[in-house]
Nanobody
Framework: QVPLVQFGGGLVQPGGSLRLSCVASGFEFSLYTMGWYRQGPGNQRELVGDISSGGKKTYNGSVTGRFTISRDNAKNTVYLQMNSLKPEDTGVYYC?????????WGQGAQVTVSS
């Protein structure tokens, strides 16, 4: 059983929108902080933002006001809504689940912002 399975991604023009989703299974989703990370070409993986078990959200300053993280504990799913996308948002996006010593990663999804 794969703990995190991602959906979404693809090619979008600058200024466009995409939504990523990540479905969890096999662990107590509601306990975990859920995060989204990305890795651009030639860059290290960086935190895009996360949402705690209590719903507190934090964002990388480069995406504040454009990206929104949300979670649906009933569906064991976390979302990343990305608006006003820029070419520099291009990269592979990963979801992450973290609680205590447990840490899981999704398979990654390519997001390409280009005209």
């Amino acid at each position: 059983q794969v703990p995190l399975v991602q959906f979404g991604g693809g090619l979008v023009q600058p200024g466009g929108s995409l939504r990523l989703s990540c479905v969890a299974s096999g662990f107590e989703f509601s306990l975990y902080t859920m995060g989204w990370y990305r890795q651009g070409p030639g860059n290290q993986r960086e935190l895009v933002g996360d949402i705690s078990s209590g719903g507190k959200k934090t964002y990388n300053g480069s995406v504040t006001g454009r990206f929104t993280i949300s979670r649906d504990n009933a569906k064991n799913t976390v979302y990343l809504q990305m608006n006003s996308l820029k070419p520099e948002d291009t990269g592979v996006y990963y979801c992450n689940a973290n609680w205590a010593q447990f840490d899981y990663w999704g398979q990654g999804a390519q997001v390409t912002v280009s005209s």
